[in-house]
């Protein structure tokens, strides 16, 4: 079955850029049914949505990171990445990749869920 | 954006059955998952396409969708079913939103 584990350092700099990879085993990346995405949770809160990705590389982003945010995929190595430059405090918290099977209902009506989780990475931000 | 809110929490006692609402403009016109969170785990999906379970999701566990409130119903609550829950919808302006979580407390 498909897993997911991300990867990274636990602690960045502020102003410096994060940057997080999510390898993919048990199946390929390249898939026509899902989605790749990044979300992450901050210290005691709820769950935060950062973008999705699709194995041709388009993407949709969360408008409140837009600026900051890069989400890449790397199908020979089976794997996405996140960027996320300019990091502050704020930007402290749990990422976790995961997979997104999608469907369209019909009457402009889609929907796209995570069906499989990485475990998370804890990164800090801090001088 | 579209915003959904969840109580902070919901208390069921032991056996019985707990219902999670997430509220949200005309949110059965949009389709809602859960999510169930335990601890120091990745979150877990629990419901998808408003009222489906994906395989390995006790039967106990069902969801509906209609109005204004999406609903997680647990049947027969268990100390294992404690952990926070989070809805989840997909918006027309193409993001992904994800209710505040309650947590769900068996007595």
């Known amino acids: 079955q498909v897993q997911l584990q991300e990867s990274g350092p636990g602690l960045v700099r502020p102003s410096q850029t994060l940057s997080l990879t999510c390898s993919v085993s048990?199946?390929?990346?390249?898939?026509?049914?899902?989605?790749w995405t990044w979300i992450r949770q901050h210290p005691g809160k709820g769950l935060e949505w950062l973008g999705f990705?699709?194995?041709?590389?388009?993407?949709y982003d969360n408008p409140s990171l837009k600026s900051r945010l890069t989400i890449s995929i790397d199908t020979p190595e089976n794997q996405f990445s996140l960027k996320l430059t300019s990091v502050t405090a704020a930007d402290t918290a749990v990422y976790y990749c995961?997979?997104?099977?999608?469907?369209?209902?019909?009457?402009?009506?889609?929907?796209?869920?995570?069906?499989?989780w990485g475990k998370g990475t804890t990164v800090t931000v801090s001088s | 954006s579209y915003e959904v809110t969840q109580p902070l929490s919901v208390s069921v006692a032991l056996g019985q059955a707990a219902r999670i609402p997430c509220g949200g403009n005309?949110?059965?016109?949009?389709?809602v998952q859960w999510y169930q969170q335990k601890p120091g785990q990745a979150p877990v999906l629990v419901i998808y396409?408003?009222?489906n379970r994906p395989s390995g999701i006790p039967e106990r566990f069902s969801g509906s969708n209609s109005g204004n409130t999406a609903t997680l119903s647990i049947s027969r609550a268990q100390v294992g079913d404690e952990a926070d829950y989070y809805c989840q919808v997909w918006d027309l302006s193409e993001t992904v939103t994800f209710g505040g979580g309650t947590k769900l407390t068996v007595l």
């Open positions: 995961a997979r997104v099977p999608f469907d369209y209902l019909g009457n402009g009506v889609h929907y796209y869920y995570m069906d499989v």
């Open positions: 005309n949110i059965g016109s949009k389709v």
């Open positions: 990705i699709f194995y041709s590389g388009s993407t």
């Open positions: 396409n408003d009222n």
């Open positions: 048990g199946g390929s990346i390249i898939s026509g049914s899902h989605y």
